[in-house]
Each structure stands twice: as C-alpha cells, then as structure tokens.
C-alpha cells in the first residue's frame, strides 16, 4: 500500500511536469496549428542554461531559472520568426518537416557548444516529508511536490489569461479562425509569435525542473523524450485544450511510475504509448479534445 | 470626395485572372452594392478591399490614403470593417466575447459604450450575451456578425452576402438592419446575389459579370432595367 502511494505520488509529480511541457505543444498546436516538434530541445537548453547559472556560475536558483526562461523565450520567438513564419502559408507536413529539422539542429548546436558528454547536476535538495503508513514509511520530496504546485498554478494562469484577458480572447480567436481575427484587426504574426514566447517560457520552467528537481542527466538529447511523452500527454488530453493538457500529462506520468514499479521498467515506455494508441482508436479527439463542427 | 474609391483593379488567382480592372466608388452615407451571378467576382473584390488578397494593379483609397498595400489587419484601426461570407463568427467563443472581438482596436473605455449600442440595435444579442455563438441559429449568427462589425465604429462597413443560407422572413429582417444601419448614417457597400433585395435597399449599384463592370447607375433604375431584370431578378 506504501508503495502503491509513493508511486501515486511520484507519478502525479512526474506527471505535472509532462504537463507543464504539455501545455506549449497544446497551446502552440491550438493557435498556430503546427506540432512543435523542437519543442522538447528547447527544454533542452533550458536545462542547460539552468546548469550554467547554477553550477558554473554559482548563483542562486531564483535566478537561473528566470534566465533559462528568458533565453527559452528569446529561442522560441527566433525559432518562430525563421523557420515557421515564412511557411505560413504552406502545407502542414511541410511545416512539420520544418520542427523535425529545427529540433536536430538544436540538439546538434547544443553538441556543438557543450558537447556530447553528458553533465552531472546536483540535484536541489529542499528536503522530504516522511509519511509513516501504518508499520510502513516513506518519503516525499519536497521539490516533487512544488512542481506539482508550480504546474496547478500555471494551468490555472493560462486559463485566466486565455478566458478573461484581451490578449488571451485574441489567441483564442486566431486559432478558430485566422482570417476572420485579421479582419478584427488582431495582428496573427504577434499573437503567434506571443503563443510561441508562453510555450517557451513554459518550456524553461519544465528544463529546470528536469534537471534541477528530477535529476535527469543533460544532454544535447535530454529534451527529446520528455517531449515525446509530453506530446502524448496533449493527445491524451485533447490537443489544444489547456485542462486537458494538465489531465494528460498527470495520467501519462501516473501510468509511467505505476507500471514502472509494479510490472516492469523496461515496459514502462512502451506500455505509456500503447495507451496512446488505445486513446487515439476509442476517441481520437483525446479526453477533453472538441470535435470538429461546421454550421453554415 | 468619395470615401472609397477603387481605380482599375486587377486580381489574380494564381493563373486565373479573377478581376480585370474595375473601377468603382463609395461616398460617405452612401448603400452601394455589386451584383452579379456566382463567381462573377464580388467577394473577390471585397477580399482585395480589405486586405486579405492583394492586387495585382490598381490601385484603392479610402479616406483619403492609398491602402492597396496594407494588410488586413490594418484596416479595422482606419475604419474599414468586412463583415465576411459565411459569417466566420468564432463559433466556441460566446456571443458577449465575439463583440468584444470586434471592438479589438477600439480603447477599452469605450467598449461599454459600444456594445449598449449594438445590443440596442439586436436586442436579441442582449438575451444570449452569455451563450456560445455556435449555438446561435443562422438568423441571430448573422446579426451577431454584423454587430461584430459594428463594434469597430466603422467609417465603412462590407457586407458580403448577408442574407446567404437564411429563411425569407429572416432575410427581411437583415435586409431591414441594413436600411435601419443606413438611416443612422452608416456607409455600406453590399455584396449581394439576392439582387432584388440589394437593390431595393441600396443607392447605386454596379453589375459584375466575371471580373468586369458591365453596368451601374442608381439602384432604382437597375431595379426596373430590362436586362437586369432578365439576368437577375428571374424574369
């Protein structure tokens, strides 16, 4: 039972991570309709600049992880305004060709720059909580729990600013109708491009998570599965809705620990994307995902 | 002076050669409109009017600047708003936050003001203020798309084909809105293929027939015009 709870717990905390990330594919998706697929790199370089500040410059963590979010931001507008703008008006397979090569070229560039050998972090200690169950016991990580805190305060941001602000109401009227928000006089270019600097900024915050709190070690490929999974989190979920990216992502990670503990870890990966598959045969629109109508 | 003035406008489609050269204008608290058969080019031309196409010559001025350029976007601020085909409301937002869509470029404090005024003008916005547009019946998506519209202050507004896919009743009663836009001043260019409607409302009008003027004058006179009425009116 002990163990049934640690697991419950660390997936939920792993979990609010995927949806942390989850939340830039399915916002970037809703409103520029593209899959992001250097989404997961630019966590990549989040981690890194997080290492950086912390560890080879020694500052504090309340610093590092506003720089790793500023540099995400600053990558992520850059990567918007060369490589996606100029194929607004293509097909999407092309665009989507487009990520696929920008997501090599940052992991290449990262090589390039730091190498292909992966860094050591200390991971930020803030303690555990011991819970004693019965004769059982076992501990919860303090940062674990933060970033499931820090993933609840952030869906609940991003739903106030896309329902009740004017910048938000924009977004929301760029993704179901391009052409008719232009004729609004809503500047598409900037919404994108300002979906884009949220998405990135969300995927700095989850780089410092990653290696800060989790542990996992850096590399120029680090970003590539914790992408994925959060990918298969936002169809889980309903791709473009922002609870629903919470829910997934919270769910991915929850079946990730449960059956990593209880059936196998080598089973783990490959038991989380068959759920993916499941989900996609029974209800392709994910959880929370509208249909498509059309009234004329 | 006129507020809209269209010189010798030419738009391609790729290869196809959709509108060649026509010329044609707008004065303030005028209705115009342009008729013509399906794919005669009329929504083509309010496309490239407000930006979402571009000529390929020719040139338009509204309120005297050149905005063949501009982009689409960029047209609400000047006081040009296209009210478009099909309606294109935001269907999953609700009917209070489509309004407040249109009146984007518009300060803040006066969007109270604004919206008091179309609610005036469709009252039955007022009643589903809180509901999600995609529930709206075709009737009340038109009237919340023209009060979009409104919502901007337009010293122009582009009706195109405002009555397409609704009931006859439902027709009169837009077609009404429209008279009612105009007795309080408003400036409108309609595009319309319900020819006898448009032309009783409307001031002058231009006939299309693929991608060419073939014909304008007052309104009245087009609506008792032999060949008109042969070509468009079913008789």
Same mark, same amino acid.
């Given at each position: 039972?002990?163990?049934?709870?640690?697991?419950?717990?660390?997936?939920?905390?792993?979990?609010?991570?995927?949806?942390?990330?989850?939340?830039?594919?399915?916002?970037?998706?809703?409103?520029?309709?593209?899959?992001?697929?250097?989404?997961?790199?630019?966590?990549?370089?989040?981690?890194?600049?997080?290492?950086?500040?912390?560890?080879?410059?020694?500052?504090?963590?309340?610093?590092?992880?506003?720089?790793?979010?500023?540099?995400?931001?600053?990558?992520?507008?850059?990567?918007?305004?060369?490589?996606?703008?100029?194929?607004?008006?293509?097909?999407?397979?092309?665009? *989507?060709?487009?990520?696929?090569?920008?997501?090599?070229?940052?992991?290449?560039?990262?090589? *390039?720059?730091?190498?292909?050998?992966?860094?050591? @972090?200390?991971?930020?200690?803030?303690?555990?909580?011991?819970?004693?169950?019965?004769?059982?016991? @076992?501990?919860?990580?303090?940062?674990?729990?933060?970033?499931v805190g820090v993933s609840v305060v952030i869906m609940l941001g991003?739903?106030?600013?896309?329902?009740?602000?004017?910048?938000?109401?924009?977004?929301?009227?760029?993704?179901?109708?391009?052409?008719?928000?232009?004729?609004?006089?809503?500047?598409?270019?900037?919404?994108?491009?300002?979906? @884009?600097?949220?998405?990135?900024?969300?995927?700095?915050?989850?780089?410092?998570?990653?290696?800060?709190?989790?542990?996992?070690?850096?590399?120029?490929?680090?970003?590539?599965?914790?992408?994925?999974?959060?990918?298969?989190?936002?169809?889980?979920?309903?791709?473009?809705?922002?609870?629903?990216?919470?829910?997934?992502?919270?769910l991915i990670g929850v079946i990730e620990i449960l059956v990593g503990?209880?059936?196998?870890?080598?089973?783990?990966?490959?038991?989380?994307?068959?759920? *993916?598959?499941?989900?996609?045969?029974?209800?392709?629109?994910?959880?929370?995902?509208?249909?498509?109508?059309?009234?004329? | 002076?006129?507020?809209?003035?269209?010189?010798?406008?030419?738009?391609?489609?790729?290869?196809?050669?959709?509108?060649?050269?026509?010329?044609?204008?707008?004065?303030?608290?005028?209705?115009?409109?342009?008729?013509?058969?399906?794919?005669?080019?009329?929504?083509?031309?309010?496309?490239?009017?407000?930006?979402?196409?571009?000529?390929?010559?020719?040139?338009?001025?509204?309120?005297?600047?050149?905005?063949?350029?501009?982009?689409?976007?960029?047209?609400?601020?000047?006081?040009?708003?296209?009210?478009?085909?099909?309606?294109?409301?935001?269907?999953?937002?609700?009917?209070?936050?489509?309004?407040?869509?249109?009146?984007?470029?518009?300060?803040?404090?006066?969007?109270?003001?604004?919206?008091?005024?179309?609610?005036?003008?469709? !009252?039955?916005?007022?009643?589903?203020?809180?509901?999600?547009?995609?529930?709206?019946?075709?009737?009340?998506?038109q009237m919340l798309a023209m009060g979009r519209a409104l919502m901007?202050?337009?010293?122009?507004?582009?009706?195109?084909?405002?009555?397409?896919?609704?009931? !006859?009743?439902?027709?009169?009663?837009?077609?009404?809105?429209?008279?009612?836009?105009?007795?309080?001043?408003?400036?409108?260019?309609?595009?319309?293929?319900?020819?006898?409607?448009?032309?009783?409302?409307?001031?002058?009008?231009?006939?299309?027939?693929?991608?060419?003027?073939?014909?304008?004058? !007052?309104?009245?006179?087009?609506?008792?015009?032999?060949?008109?009425?042969?070509?468009?009116?079913?008789?």
């Amino acid at each position: 039972m002990a163990q049934f709870l640690e697991a419950l717990i660390n997936g939920i905390s792993l979990g609010s991570l995927y949806a942390i990330i989850a939340l830039g594919y399915s916002m970037v998706y809703g409103i520029a309709k593209m899959l992001n697929f250097a989404h997961g790199d630019v966590i990549m370089v989040g981690g890194y600049i997080v290492f950086i500040v912390l560890n080879n410059m020694g500052m504090p963590a309340a610093l590092a992880i506003p720089a790793a979010m500023l540099v995400c931001v600053a990558l992520g507008i850059t990567i918007e305004g060369l490589a996606y703008r100029p194929l607004r008006q293509a097909t999407s397979l092309a665009v *989507l060709i487009t990520a696929i090569g920008v997501s090599y070229f940052l992991q290449n560039a990262a090589q *390039l720059i730091w190498g292909a050998n992966p860094r050591f @972090f200390t991971i930020m200690n803030y303690g555990n909580i011991p819970v004693s169950l019965g004769k059982d016991q @076992f501990n919860i990580s303090v940062g674990k729990l933060c970033s499931v805190g820090v993933s609840v305060v952030i869906m609940l941001g991003l739903s106030f600013f896309t329902g009740k602000t004017k910048m938000g109401k924009s977004m929301r009227a760029v993704s179901e109708d391009r052409g008719a928000a232009e004729l609004m006089g809503i500047n598409v270019n900037r919404t994108i491009a300002l979906t @884009f600097a949220i998405g990135s900024a969300l995927a700095g915050v989850a780089g410092a998570m990653l290696v800060g709190v989790y542990g996992v070690q850096l590399s120029p490929t680090t970003g590539a599965m914790p992408g994925i999974k959060a990918f298969t989190a936002a169809v889980f979920g309903g791709i473009g809705s922002i609870p629903g990216a919470m829910i997934g992502g919270i769910l991915i990670g929850v079946i990730e620990i449960l059956v990593g503990t209880f059936i196998s870890t080598d089973l783990k990966d490959a038991l989380t994307f068959a759920v *993916l598959i499941i989900m996609l045969v029974v209800k392709p629109t994910g959880l929370l995902g509208k249909p498509i109508r059309e009234k004329v | 002076m006129s507020l809209l003035s269209v010189q010798d406008l030419h738009v391609f489609y790729g290869n196809i050669h959709a509108i060649k050269g026509i010329s044609f204008d707008v004065s303030e608290g005028e209705i115009v409109t342009l008729i013509g058969a399906n794919g005669a080019g009329k929504s083509t031309t309010l496309n490239t009017v407000c930006g979402l196409l571009h000529a390929r010559s020719g040139s338009i001025n509204f309120n005297g600047e050149d905005i063949t350029r501009l982009k689409a976007s960029s047209m609400t601020a000047r006081g040009m708003v296209l009210c478009p085909e099909g309606r294109r409301i935001f269907q999953q937002m609700t009917v209070r936050e489509n309004l407040e869509m249109g009146g984007f470029t518009r300060p803040k404090g006066e969007i109270a003001a604004s919206l008091e005024r179309v609610y005036k003008q469709f !009252p039955r916005l007022k009643e589903r203020e809180k509901q999600v547009a995609g529930t709206l019946s075709g009737g009340e998506q038109q009237m919340l798309a023209m009060g979009r519209a409104l919502m901007s202050r337009p010293k122009l507004i582009m009706l195109d084909e405002p009555s397409m896919g609704l009931a !006859p009743i439902l027709v009169e009663q837009i077609f009404e809105i429209i008279h009612s836009l105009h007795e309080n001043g408003s400036t409108i260019l309609l595009v319309e293929q319900n020819a006898q409607m448009a032309l009783s409302v409307a001031d002058r009008a231009y006939v299309l027939e693929t991608g060419r003027i073939t014909m304008t004058g !007052p309104a009245e006179d087009l609506l008792h015009d032999d060949a008109v009425r042969k070509a468009y009116l079913g008789e």
